[in-house]
C-alpha cells in the first residue's frame, strides 16, 4: 500500500458505510472523495502547508458519527461551486462526508439586521460542519459561525459564500475549539459587483488549527479580512487568507494580529493576486504580532502576484515585544508590572475586537480577553 | 526628616556614567528646581527616581519617606506617592485614559488601605480635577495619550497627578513644546496642587517656567553633579548670563538650537 492509500484507506471505510443521498449530492460526494484518494493529505514539502504539519491529523482513526441527511435541494446550484476540491485534500474530505448542510438563503434586497449565529458544537470523533451562504443582490446580513467541543476531536470545515452585487454581508468565524482538537475551516467567498463583504476570525482554541479565507472580487467590490489569533503552550494555529482581485476598481483591507506565548507558533499567509484587467485596484495587508516568550514562532509572509499595471498595494509585517517605555508608563502610576503586562497584551488584540460591528460578540470577547489575559498575568 | 534624600547618587546608560555624586535634600511643602544644560543629567535623575530600568544605579543611596527607595519597582514607589510627570508622555493606543487611570488610582489606594473607588465616586473625582487643568472631557474616553497634542499630553500629565495626589512630585520638562496659554494652565495646575504635605522636584532648561511656578531653592546640574544651590533668585542669574556665566557650556546652545 503507499502512503496515501494507507492513510485513506480508513476513510474509505466510513464512506462506503453513509447513507446513499439524493443522485446529484451522491455523484458530488464520489467525485470528492476519488479525489481526496489521489491528493492524500498534504505535507510539509507542499508549499501551502509547509509551516502545518497535518501528520497528527492523517495517522489518526476518527470515529465517525454517521448523521443524518439534510440538505435541501435548494443548495444544489450552489453547492461545492464556489470550494474547489482539485487541489485540496480537506475540502475534497469535507465534501465526501456532506451529510447535514447549514443553508442560509437572503433573497434580493432583504436587510437581515439580527445577525444569524450558527454554533458548531462538535461532537467526539469527526464532524466535517458545511455552510452554504447565498445573499441575493442588495440584501444585507451579519453571519456569526462558532466553534466549540470539549476532548479530542477533529473539525473539517467548509464555507461557502456567494454575495451577490450591492449585497452587504459581514461574516465573523470564532474558533474555541478544545485545548486538543484539530481544526481545519476553509472558506469561500465569491462577491459580486459593489458588495461590501468583511470577514473576521478570531482563533482562540484548538491544538492544530488551519483558518483558510478566499474571497474573489468583482468589479467596484470592497473586502476586509480581519483576525485575531492568540496562541499559549504548544498550541499550532496557521492562517492562510487569499485575495483576487478579478475585475477593475476593488478595494481590499486586511489586518491580522497574533499574540504569542509559550511554545507555540502561528502562521500567516496573506496572498493577493491582481489580475491583468483588474486596474485600479487598491489593496491593503498587515499583519501584526505580539510575541510574549522566547520560544514563541512565527512565519509571516506575504504573497503578491500582481499582474495589472495601474494598483496600488501595500503590504507590512511586524512582530514585537510588549513596549519598555509603555510598561514603565503604567508602573509609575502604580500599575504592577504583570498587571501592566496583561493591560498591554489587551490592548494589543483590543483593535481587532474594536471592528468587530456585533455587539454582543464585541462584549463576549472583551470578557474572554480580560479574563485570559488576566490568568496569565496572575 | 526629610521627604528625599538622595546621598553620592551615581547611575549609568550603557557604559556611560550619567550622574556622578547627586546629593539633594527636600522636604515636604518645598518646591525644587533643577536646571541645567542638555546632556547635564536632570531627566536621568528625575528617571532613576521614578525607577526606570534602563538606568543603572551604580553607587549611592536614597531615601525616601524613611525608607531604601531604590530598593522598590517603580509601581511601589508610584503607591508610596512618587509621581513622575514625563517629559515625553507615551502613546498607548487600546487603553483607555479613563480606565488606565481607575486602575492606577485603585491600586495606590489599594496600597494605602483604602476603598477601591467605584465607578460613580471615580467619575466625580475626575471631573473635578479635570476643571482645574481645563481639560477636555472628551480626552477621557479617548486612548492613553494617543493622538494628542503636545500641549494636551502634558496637561494630562498633571491631571493625572491631580488625581493620584502625591506626596513627591517630579516634573521632567513639563515645560517644553507648550505654548504660552498652555504653560499658563499646566502652571496654574501645578500651584493649586501644592501643598505643605506635597514636595516638588521642577526639571527644567528654561527659567521660562519658573515665572509661573516659583521655587523655593533652585539647584544647577552640570555634567552629572550639582554644582551650584540657591534661592529663586539664581534662576533670573541665570536668565541673564546663561549657563556660560556660571561656566558650563549648553550643548543646545552651542548648537544653536534656541
Known amino acids: 500500500m503507499t502512503a496515501v492509500a494507507e492513510q485513506t484507506g480508513a476513510w474509505l471505510e466510513s464512506f462506503t458505510r453513509q447513507q446513499p443521498a439524493a443522485p446529484w449530492l451522491q455523484d458530488l460526494r464520489n467525485a470528492a472523495f476519488q479525489r481526496f484518494t489521489e491528493l492524500g493529505f498534504p505535507t510539509t514539502h507542499d508549499e501551502e502547508w509547509r509551516f502545518t504539519n497535518v501528520a497528527p491529523i492523517a495517522r489518526t482513526n476518527f470515529v465517525q458519527v454517521g448523521r443524518a441527511l439534510a440538505c435541501p435541494p435548494e443548495a444544489q446550484p450552489y453547492l461545492g461551486k ?3 476540491f482539485d487541489h485540496h485534500a480537506f475540502v475534497a474530505l469535507n465534501t465526501a462526508f456532506l451529510e447535514d448542510v447549514t443553508y442560509i438563503h437572503i433573497p434580493r434586497g432583504q436587510v437581515v439586521e439580527q445577525p444569524i449565529q450558527i454554533a458548531y458544537d462538535a461532537p467526539s470523533g469527526v464532524a466535517h460542519p458545511r455552510t452554504l451562504i447565498v445573499v441575493g443582490p442588495d ?5 456569526v459561525e462558532t466553534y466549540s467541543g470539549t476532548g479530542s476531536y477533529f473539525t473539517n470545515a467548509v464555507t461557502e459564500i456567494v454575495a451577490g452585487s450591492g449585497s452587504v454581508v459581514d461574516h465573523y468565524k470564532v474558533q474555541r475549539e478544545s485545548p486538543s482538537a484539530f481544526h481545519i475551516g476553509v472558506m469561500f467567498a465569491s462577491l459580486g459587483r ?3 463583504f468583511s470577514a473576521t476570525c478570531i482563533s482562540l482554541g484548538g491544538a492544530l488549527v488551519r483558518n483558510e479565507v478566499s474571497a474573489t472580487l468583482a468589479e467596484g467590490t470592497d473586502a476586509t479580512l480581519n483576525g485575531l489569533y492568540l496562541v499559549n503552550g504548544t498550541q499550532h494555529v496557521d492562517n492562510h487568507t487569499s485575495i483576487d482581485h478579478a475585475q477593475p476598481h476593488g478595494t481590499s483591507h486586511e489586518l491580522y494580529k497574533g499574540i504569542l506565548d509559550g511554545k507555540a507558533s502561528a502562521v500567516f499567509n496573506g496572498r493577493i493576486i491582481v489580475r491583468k484587467d483588474a486596474q485600479k485596484t487598491d489593496s491593503k495587508q498587515t499583519n501584526k504580532n505580539l510575541v510574549l516568550s522566547d520560544e514563541a514562532v512565527i512565519d509571516t509572509k506575504p504573497e503578491l502576484q500582481i499582474f495589472a499595471d495601474d494598483v496600488r498595494c501595500t503590504h507590512g509585517a511586524t512582530i514585537g515585544q510588549l513596549d519598555a517605555e509603555s510598561l514603565f508608563y503604567l508602573q509609575s ?5 504583570q498587571d501592566a ?3 498591554l497584551t489587551y490592548a494589543f488584540a483590543q483593535d481587532i475586537i474594536d471592528r468587530i460591528k456585533v455587539q454582543s460578540l464585541r462584549d463576549s470577547l472583551e470578557r474572554v480577553l480580560f479574563e485570559k489575559f488576566h490568568e ?3 | 526628616m526629610a ?17 556622578k555624586g547627586i546629593d539633594l535634600t527636600v522636604n515636604c511643602g518645598e518646591v525644587h528646581a533643577i536646571m541645567g544644560p542638555n546632556g547635564s543629567g536632570k531627566s536621568t535623575l528625575a528617571q532613576v527616581l521614578a525607577g526606570r530600568e534602563l538606568y543603572v544605579v551604580t553607587g549611592g543611596e536614597v531615601i525616601y519617606d524613611g525608607k531604601d527607595l531604590l530598593a522598590m519597582p517603580p509601581e511601589d514607589r508610584a503607591r508610596e506617592g512618587i509621581f513622575l510627570a514625563f517629559q515625553y508622555p507615551v502613546e498607548i493606543p487600546g487603553v483607555s485614559n479613563m480606565y488606565f487611570l481607575k486602575a492606577a488610582l485603585n491600586a495606590i489606594r489599594k496600597h494605602r488601605g483604602l476603598d477601591e473607588l467605584d465607578a460613580m465616586d471615580f467619575l466625580a473625582l475626575v471631573k473635578d480635577r479635570m476643571k482645574l487643568l481645563e481639560m477636555d472631557q472628551v480626552l477621557l474616553n479617548r486612548a492613553v495619550n494617543t493622538g494628542f497634542s503636545g500641549g494636551e499630553k502634558k496637561r494630562n500629565e498633571i491631571f493625572q497627578m491631580a488625581v493620584l495626589e502625591p506626596k513627591l512630585a517630579i516634573l521632567d520638562e513639563t515645560d517644553s513644546g507648550l505654548d504660552i496659554d498652555a504653560l499658563r494652565a499646566v502652571a496654574e495646575g ?7 504635605d506635597r514636595a516638588m522636584i521642577v526639571v527644567t532648561h528654561y527659567q521660562r517656567l519658573l515665572n509661573y511656578i516659583v521655587p523655593d531653592y533652585v539647584h544647577v546640574l552640570a555634567e552629572g553633579r550639582i554644582v551650584k544651590s540657591g534661592g529663586k533668585e539664581l534662576a533670573l542669574e541665570l536668565e541673564e548670563s546663561g549657563y556660560a556665566g556660571l561656566g558650563i557650556e549648553d550643548v543646545e546652545e552651542a548648537v544653536g538650537k534656541v
Open chain 1, 82 to 84: 464556489y470550494a474547489p
Open chain 1, 139 to 143: 440584501a444585507h446580513c451579519t453571519i
Open chain 1, 194 to 196: 459593489s458588495a461590501n
Open chain 1, 333 to 337: 502610576r502604580g500599575i504592577g508590572k
Open chain 1, 341 to 343: 503586562r496583561s493591560l
Open chain 1, 376 to 378: 496569565r498575568a496572575h
Open chain 2, 3 to 19: 521627604l528625599l534624600e538622595i546621598k553620592n547618587l551615581h547611575a549609568t546608560v550603557g557604559d556611560r556614567e550619567i550622574l
Open chain 2, 190 to 196: 501645578v500651584n493649586a496642587l501644592r501643598s505643605p
